[in-house]
């Protein structure tokens, strides 16, 4: 079945630096790739996703890029915030089945 | 408007009870998903329900999970005989719909567990 790895699993910032969190997937097939942000005590919230026939997405401070020939995909935060402190998860799906998650990344912007 | 519902928030209960977990998707929402989530880990896939179609229990951990999602909508996801493994937030989310995986997934904000 489908593996998705996570790095880093933590990663600390200064407010206004750009973060970047990096994720790779092992089923060729996948082709769709969301990013979830979850704070404490909460469920996780879609904040972006990608489909594999683009391979660049962008919405305000928040980008996704994908590498189907590489099989890997990231997550670019610019301009960071300490209300983006939280875990963020990565996930892939080929379709036939339910997401695959990587393990998370603990993101803390410092004011 | 409304988001996905779980209940209850948190449930303790003693080491070989049986649990009951709720779901309440999204209006027409037809695709409800399980997961299981232990302490700082990822999310763990559970089961998978798709419109009228038999259900994708494949994730399940052990004959002691099992699942139902009567009309189309409500779900309940029953712990027989719980473990103090079984100890975690148990998320539910659902997808407008369905198609697998490929469609976003709204997240409830799940039911902490804990097994004494």
């Known amino acids: 079945g489908e593996n998705v790895e996570q790095h880093p699993s933590t990663l600390s910032v200064q407010e206004g630096d750009s973060a970047v969190i990096k994720c790779t997937y092992s089923?060729?097939?996948?082709?769709?790739f969301p990013w979830y942000k979850q704070e404490l005590g909460k469920g996780p919230q879609l904040i972006i996703d990608?489909?594999?026939?683009?391979g660049e997405k962008k919405d305000q401070r928040i980008a996704v890029t994908l590498n189907k020939t590489a099989k890997h995909f990231s997550l670019h935060i610019t301009e960071t915030q300490p209300e983006d402190s939280a875990v963020y998860f990565c996930?892939?799906?080929?379709?036939?089945?339910?997401?695959?998650f990587g393990s998370g990344t603990r993101l803390q912007v410092q004011p | 408007g409304a988001g996905v519902s779980q209940s209850p928030s948190n449930k303790v209960t003693e080491k070989g009870k049986d649990v009951e977990l709720r779901c309440d998707p999204i209006?027409?929402?037809?695709?409800l998903y399980w997961y299981r989530q232990s302490l700082g880990q990822g999310l763990e896939f559970l089961i998978y329900?798709?419109?009228?179609?038999?259900?994708?229990k494949s994730g399940l951990p052990s004959d002691r999970f099992s699942a139902e999602r009567t009309g189309g909508s409500v779900s309940t996801l029953t712990i027989q005989r719980t473990q103090q493994e079984d100890s975690a937030v148990y998320l539910c989310?659902?997808?407008?719909?369905?198609?697998?995986?490929?469609?976003?997934?709204?997240f409830g904000d799940g039911t902490r567990l804990s097994i004494l």
């Open positions: 990608i489909r594999s026939n683009v």
């Open positions: 996930a892939a799906s080929t379709g036939r089945r339910a997401l695959t």
């Open positions: 329900f798709q419109g009228n179609s038999a259900p994708d």
């Open positions: 209006s027409g929402h037809t695709a």
């Open positions: 089923d060729s097939a996948s082709n769709y």
């Open positions: 989310a659902s997808s407008p719909m369905s198609g697998g995986g490929n469609q976003p997934q709204h």
